[in-house]
């Protein structure tokens, strides 16, 4: 937990100082152009690998990048709501699905059940991954020499 409080004092005293211009336009309205949906792994940094400065990103972080259907349920709506508040709210201009490589929640659709049993809630996220995962299954069936 030091290295994290002293990362916000070092923030609070270096690089909020650095963008105090962005930070005081923003305090009252936030006006992001992209909507980034991306995963939750730690290695990923959405302002970070797109160079975009505070108030530029809606960022959307989940695990393996997942967009559910849009339907009216109670499933999944932590990403559904964030993407219709990105968008009919905020108005963004992009919306960038972000994934990435050696993706953790991707092969966990790889897993047995009693791999996933200790992690319910995450196997029932990845189950989104399921039509597309039977869709490719399916093409390489058909033709492997399609992927």
Known sequence: MDKIFEGIYRFKNEDYETHKEIFQK????????????????????????????PGELFTVRNIANLVPPYRDTNDYVATTSAIEYAVLVLNVENIVIC??????????VYKTEEELKNIPHVKKWIELINPAKEKALQICKDNPYKL
Do not use: E, M, V, Y
């Open 99 to 108: 994934g990435h490589s050696n993706c953790g929640g991707c092969a966990s």
């Open 26 to 53: 923003l305090k009252d309205k936030q006006n992001p152009h992209t909507l980034f949906i991306g995963c939750a792994d730690s290695r990923i940094i959405p302002n970070l690998i797109t160079k975009t400065l």
